[in-house]
């Protein structure tokens, strides 16, 4: 049906996830399965969780989440970010994922969940939204350098993570580890994580268990 739209000089604008390029592509199955996905992980070293989006059925899988006890909670007060307390913080943050990290467990770092409504103007708002989003981004530069994978949750953020937080200007996609999720890795001549497999898990995509579910496919942990 595209093809004949399209012979008939029609021309169509898809907001879809990456199985619709797969389809059109015809690419044959990913080499490895979404199950086995664990044979990326560098050295099966723990990885990290980050969590920006916070719409509702985001905080639903990050409760979920945080249930498996290889796993840790670290909040990202974004109030203290607003208060100019962000330095101070950054220094906490990552003395406690390199604590985490050399005990063998998965930090999952997430920002607070109450969105704050103080601003007088959208532009305020954004304005803040791109400081939190910077933030992230910091902590993504001082994450360990043995990390072994990184899980990105929402939208946004996953952009901004490949963009700024790992500045990537090409990366290998592996393929799909839940419908909707690709896995993409680093380049092998990154300065600091060589061929780390990066899960893009945009906010508004699937069921309450699936940050749980891809977690425990990379980690093979409960």
């Keep these: ?10 021309r169509f604008l898809f907001r879809s996830g990456a199985s619709l390029l797969t389809a059109f592509a015809m690419l044959p199955p990913q080499p490895i ?3 086995d996905m664990a044979q990326y992980v560098r050295d099966h070293r723990p990885g990290v969780v980050l969590v920006g989006s916070h719409v509702k059925k985001t905080t639903a899988q990050l409760q979920e989440l945080l249930k498996l006890k290889a796993t840790e909670g670290i909040q990202v ?11 101070k913080m950054l220094e906490e ?6 604590k985490l990290h050399s005990s063998g467990k998965h930090p999952v770092i997430y920002t607070s969940r109450t969105e704050l409504t103080n601003f007088d103007t959208q532009e305020e708002r954004l304005h803040f939204g791109e400081q939190v989003s910077s933030f992230l ?12 994978f990184l899980i990105s949750k929402g939208g946004i953020t996953s952009n901004d993570v490949l963009s700024k937080g790992l ?3 090409t990366s290998r996609v592996l393929g799909q580890i839940l419908p909707g999720c690709s896995v993409v890795k680093c380049p092998s001549n990154h300065t600091r994580f060589p061929d780390m497999p990066v899960v893009i898990f945009p906010g508004n995509v699937g069921d309450e268990s699936g940050l749980a579910t891809i977690f425990q496919r990379l980690s093979k942990a409960g």
């Design 33 to 35: 399965s979404a199950e």
């Design 1 to 10: 049906l595209k093809q004949v739209a399209e012979g008939h000089g029609r």
């Design 77 to 87: 007060d974004v109030e203290r970010i607003q208060k100019g307390g962000k330095t």
């Design 93 to 98: 943050l990552i003395e406690c994922i390199e």
């Design 167 to 169: 500045e990537l200007t």
């Design 137 to 148: 981004m910091e902590i993504v530069h001082a994450l360990p350098s043995t990390t072994g």
